[in-house]
């Protein structure tokens, strides 16, 4: 997932008879019965990107504390951060 993901506005489209929510590029993210349930949908979207967002934002600080405190470069530190994350 991508930093333009957490960028995306999300709307609901209505085409013959269903609810489509999409994205800003056009992407359809999921189709619904309901404008409501779009909506729903929208805001369920919007809170994993949030959640996205908030947990990359925590990757990067562990990095940067392996890095300063191990004395690794930038590479090495998301190695050992990806091969500990493949464990959970």
Known sequence: MSDARLKR???????DGVFFVVDGTGERVSSCLTEEAGRAEIADC????????????????AVETMMREQGLDREDAEWWMSSAAELI
């Not at 506005?9 to 085409?15: G, I």
């Not at 949030?50 to 990359?56: I, N, W």
Request: hydrophobic share 40%; aromatic share 4%; charged share 25%.
């Open 9 to 15: 506005e999300y709307r609901v489209h209505l085409v």
């Open 46 to 61: 919007k809170k994993n990107d949030m959640l996205h967002q908030h947990a990359k934002s925590l990757i990067q600080a």
